[in-house]
């Protein structure tokens, strides 16, 4: 049956292609094409509803699939929707998946691969619209509340926060841990009367701390074959695996402006920035040292030790001491020298909190 909410975007220079990706889904959806890049941009802009996937393929004349996917990616329009790639002998498939591309078909094409790919990615794409719709709608709603509404707002993004971590097969408590792991620093810090003490104050530790609850929402775009895989990622699959960083920004940035409100700009500063390294070599941005927004320094801390001190699918619990000397070794290089001074001082508070919250 033709489901007209379900369009697909089919592009090929030749034609006999164009055909046969037509009748091979034409029954289940209702199929767009084009000949060349320049010609699908022009589909897309006049599109009365957008494509749910773009079946692209990667060398044609006047504008290939590469160029064309360099310019969906830049387009608030259409940089949302997931692209299969089309794919010869000749091309290279780990290089397309590392630029972004979700999936590729092989030509020849094989009816039931097609089909099974479009299928599978386009259900993909319906879960994480509902879930970032979800994302959006209610932390959009907690944010309009009135103080005793606000109230309810840890409960609200414990909620939210849950329904990615259940997604990342963790325990459910992660959240709950970290969020308990940046209050102690923050409160250290302040009555420690550390350099930061008067820039946290600023920024309001309880706020901050609500914050964290959303440090993995861009997650909830990433493929559950990447997110889900239980051993090591190759280097193509970590590449997709970060840029949960920039989803998330992307996600904050649809609830509201972050520039009018210090919860956003925290959400923001976390989610984005909380794989950055002190010595500049993290991602996404490569901020070094003081430029990483300080609740994001706080972030990075508590993430790590929370996944050193916890199994994981791929691997075992570290004991606690042990995991605070692997965060050591790391000071002034991947963390803050001060927070990983605060560490050492709260390593008892921080293993009760993890002991807890288990």
């Known amino acids: 049956m033709l489901n007209l909410e379900s369009t697909v975007l089919a592009v090929d220079d030749i034609d006999v292609n164009v055909m046969i990706l037509e009748e091979i889904l034409k029954d289940d959806y209702n199929v767009l094409t084009a000949y ?70 092989n030509k020849p094409f094989t009816p039931e691969i097609v089909k099974l ?56 408590e992660h959240v ?11 409160k250290h810090l302040i009555l420690s009367k550390s350099k930061y003490a008067d820039e946290v104050l600023k920024m309001q530790p309880e706020v901050i701390v609500k914050s964290m609850a959303l ?5 909830i775009a990433i493929p559950d074959r990447i997110l889900l895989k239980p051993g090591r990622l190759d280097p193509d699959e970590y590449d997709i695996m970060k840029t949960h960083t920039t989803r998330g920004k992307e996600i904050i940035a649809e609830l509201g402006d972050v520039n009018a409100s210090l919860y956003l700009k925290h959400c923001e500063d976390i989610c984005y920035g909380h794989h950055e390294r002190w010595d500049g070599k993290g991602y996404p941005q490569g901020l070094k040292e003081d430029d990483i927004p300080l609740a994001a320094r706080f972030a990075a801390v508590a993430d790590v030790y929370d996944a050193l001190v916890c199994s994981r699918v791929y691997k075992a619990a570290i004991p606690y001491t042990e995991s605070v000397n692997i965060i050591l070794e790391g000071k002034g290089t991947q963390f803050d020298p001060i927070l990983c001074e605060a560490l050492v001082e709260l390593q008892d508070e921080f293993k009760k909190i993890a002991l807890q919250h288990s």
């Open 36 to 105: 060349n890049g320049k010609e699908a941009l022009d589909v897309l802009r006049s599109a009365k509803t957008l494509p749910k996937i773009i079946l692209l393929d990667v060398q044609m004349p006047v504008m290939d699939g590469r160029e064309m996917f360099e310019v969906l990616k830049h387009d608030d329009a259409f940089k949302r929707i997931p692209v299969i790639f089309i794919t010869a002998e000749n091309d290279s498939e780990s290089e397309l998946l590392a630029a972004g591309a979700v999936d590729f078909i």
């Open 176 to 186: 709950k841990r970290t969020q308990l792991y940046v209050g102690t620093l923050a």
């Open 215 to 219: 440090h993995d929402v861009g997650k």
């Open 117 to 172: 790919r479009v299928k599978n990615q386009i259900e993909l794409k319906n879960y994480s619209d509902s879930l970032e719709e979800m994302v959006a709608e209610k932390t959009k709603e907690v944010i309009r509340k009135t103080e005793e509404a606000n109230r309810t707002l840890d409960n609200a993004l414990q909620g939210l926060a849950s329904v990615i971590e259940h997604r990342d097969m963790e325990s459910g």
